[in-house]
């Protein structure tokens, strides 16, 4: 691969190296990526009103009210909701007249270099763990008197303040930076805003030293940073005085561009994720990272994901510190800051990696954590309605931005509804009735069965176009998690409407939540009837028989009646979406099953030359292919469509 040719640039006493850009697959085929887009929601568009347009020409035709017909459809509508909304925010992005170039990549070089202050939030995470990251942002390619690293620890552990005044004294005999503990001390009664708080606690111990730090920087406790994090972050804030907050992904994809980047494609992000991503954990960033949030930053949109991170000091002092917010602290402070008129930035460096919910349980709790954190954002900024004083300082750009994040965070909601709704609308009806209707409308059943297939084809095709450097099974394995996992965020979704008093926030620590399964370890993994003889199997269980139900009735009269006849569901769409939401819940089911072995964290990392303990290259071994897998997928789901 060519030499990415650099500029040298120099900002009052600071040296920079500018790169190219980290150009992702929708900037390297943008026009591709609009006309895939457009064709797609345009054919689902007009399915959509011909569908409806049929019901309601039906509907006039028949004496009584076809409520099975409508409820159906109306279901169908409601499990498309998610994938609409994200295509819109793709849309806008793509069609926005804001800036469109790419952000290009620097380098700070020389000793000259702000000061910055590196906080490290834990509460309860194994103190192995943090000591790494510690390690890890002290052994930073930066001038060690420029910055400083500090843990700031809500479980106020006396062993992990022990280890760390160890190693504080290890790293200032190596000439290392400043490494210190702190800990606040929490008051009964009195909200602590958890994370938030415990960052508010940080910047006031620094705002009251004899010189604070222009900038603070934040890891999460179990996130490793690269050695150059600092040196490629801090000069997106030195060359734009009014960028208030920069932050980078936390993923590794596609080793076209990777290589560019960094050299090392094989290394994942999210280094304990098992092969082939069964639940979707690294598909659901790599899906963000790669293509939303790069359109987001043309907006100025962006949204800070709570790691890695940088943050201008004065920003925070303008809004009043750190936005104390119980569960979303990350996404509160990047939202005011747009709207006090500072600018956000994606970088897009990959720049630190570190660990994934290590088990179906803390997966889950991990989502309804985040569905609160939206929630509550949305909330604090009045739904972003137009008028609002809340959002007067957001750009159009912004505030479509956030309403787009708002309707994703109550799509669960509209998903349940659906999969309850759409067993009932299918289970079968009186056949004459249905005969009746095929004879009086057969064209046009046949025409929308037509329409129907050409826009399923088309996003197929769309979704390989955009998702495809991710890997297709990977995006399914996400795309089943919107499913499966949607009663839990549909619970957080409805508890977000009552009153506080019923609704009290929680921040769970997902590094500190276990299995009782330990599904993961082929030694603690316990038998498969305590695996599967849970509430949580038993639910979904439950639902897939439930679901089956008027599948198998139809099935059953269409044999007894011959190979096509009327007694299957008139629409095809409905039917299609009923099958697929009985094999998206069963991922769980078979993940407990035949659970993926993923070997202690200790195996996992190698030590390097300053006693980081870092992520092996490649675990999981090479992955095959998915296009053929998808591609079966595909064919199964079109014959359905044509038989139904």
Same mark, same amino acid.
């Given at each position: ?121 834990? @509460? ?15 052994? &930073?390619?930066?001038?060690?008197? *420029? ?30 930076? /400043? ?11 009195? *909200?602590?805003?958890? *994370?938030?708080?415990?960052? &508010? ?77 069964? +639940? ?74 570190? /660990? ?140 977000? /409407? ?79 979406? +009923? ?47 998915? @296009? ?10 079109? @014959? ?5």
């Amino acid at each position: 691969m060519p030499a990415r040719k650099t500029v040298e640039l120099n900002r009052g006493d600071y040296a920079i190296q500018r790169s190219p850009a980290t150009l992702f697959p929708l900037e390297t085929s943008p026009h591709l990526f609009k006309l895939s887009n457009v064709v797609t929601w345009t054919l689902w568009s007009f399915y959509i009103t011909f569908q409806f347009g049929l019901a309601y020409e039906i509907q006039n035709g028949t004496p009584h009210f076809m409520w099975r017909i409508w409820a159906a459809l109306f279901a169908e509508f409601l499990l498309s909701f998610q994938e609409v909304v994200t295509a819109l925010g793709i849309l806008l992005g793509l069609f926005s007249l804001t800036r469109t170039d790419a952000r290009p990549s620097y380098h700070l070089t020389g000793d000259s270099a702000p000061s910055i202050a590196v906080m490290i939030t834990c @509460c309860g995470e194994p103190i192995e763990v943090i000591l790494n990251t510690v390690k890890a942002a002290a052994a &930073q390619d930066y001038p060690a008197r *420029k910055f400083c690293v500090m843990v700031l620890d809500d479980g106020n552990d006396i062993w992990l303040r022990w280890a760390i005044d160890k190693l504080s004294s290890a790293i200032e005999e190596q000439n290392g930076p /400043l490494v210190a503990y702190h800990s606040r001390k929490l008051e009964p009664g009195v *909200k602590s805003y958890f *994370k938030a708080g415990n960052l &508010q606690h940080g910047i006031d111990i620094t705002s009251h030293s004899r010189e604070p730090s222009e900038f603070i920087a934040g890891l999460d406790a179990d996130m490793i940073p690269e050695v150059d994090w600092l040196r490629k972050m801090v000069p997106h804030l030195i060359l734009d005085d009014r960028l208030g907050i920069a932050c980078p992904p936390q993923v590794d994809v596609d080793q076209k561009f990777q290589d560019s980047a960094r050299g090392s494609h094989q290394l994942q992000r999210y280094y304990n994720v098992p092969a082939g991503d069964p +639940l979707g954990q690294q598909a659901d960033f790599s899906m963000y990272f790669t293509v939303q949030e790069v359109l987001n930053d043309r907006l100025g949109a962006i949204m800070c994901t709570g790691t890695g991170y940088v943050v201008r000091r004065s920003a925070l002092a303008e809004i009043g510190g750190w936005p104390l917010a119980e569960t979303g602290e990350d996404y509160m402070c990047s939202a005011v800051l747009s709207n006090a008129g500072w600018k956000t930035a994606f970088v897009r460096e990959f720049l630190q990696y570190g /660990l994934a919910p290590e088990s179906l349980r803390a997966l889950l709790k991990q989502r309804m954590r985040w569905t609160d954190a939206g929630i509550e954002v949305h909330q604090q900024f009045g739904y972003y309605l137009p008028g609002s004083w809340i959002t007067s300082q957001m750009t159009w750009g912004q505030r479509a931005v956030n309403m787009l994040y708002m309707l994703r965070d109550y799509a669960p909601v509209t998903n349940v509804l659906a999969m309850i709704l759409l067993p009932i609308a299918l289970f079968p009806a009186q056949t004459d009735e249905n005969a009746t209707i095929l004879l009086a409308h057969g064209s046009h059943l046949y025409r929308l069965r037509g329409i129907f297939l050409a826009a399923f084809v088309a996003n197929r095709i769309n979704a390989y176009i955009v998702y495809g450097h991710i890997g297709l099974s990977r995006v399914w394995n996400f795309q089943s998690n919107e499913i499966w996992a949607a009663p839990y965020m549909a619970y957080r979704c409805i508890f977000s /409407l009552l009153p506080a008093r019923f609704n009290k926030p929680t921040f769970v620590v997902v590094g500190t939540v276990t299995s009782p399964a330990n599904e993961r370890s082929q030694l603690n993994r316990k038998p498969l009837p305590f695996r599967i003889l849970s509430f949580d199997m038993l639910m979904y269980t439950l639902y897939i028989m439930y679901a089956s139900i008027p599948l198998l009735f139809r099935f059953n009269a269409s044999r007894s009646l011959g190979s096509f006849t009327p007694s299957f569901f008139l629409f095809p769409g409905p039917t299609l979406k +009923l099958l697929t939401c009985i094999l998206k819940m069963s991922v769980p089911l078979r993940y407990m099953l035949w659970p993926p072995t993923v070997p202690d964290r200790v195996q996992l990392v190698e030590e390097d030359e300053k006693g980081v303990k870092r992520s092996k290259k490649n675990w999981q071994g090479e992955e095959g292919s998915d @296009c053929l897998w998808w591609f079966w997928m595909s064919a199964c789901e079109m @014959c359905v469509i044509l038989w139904s």
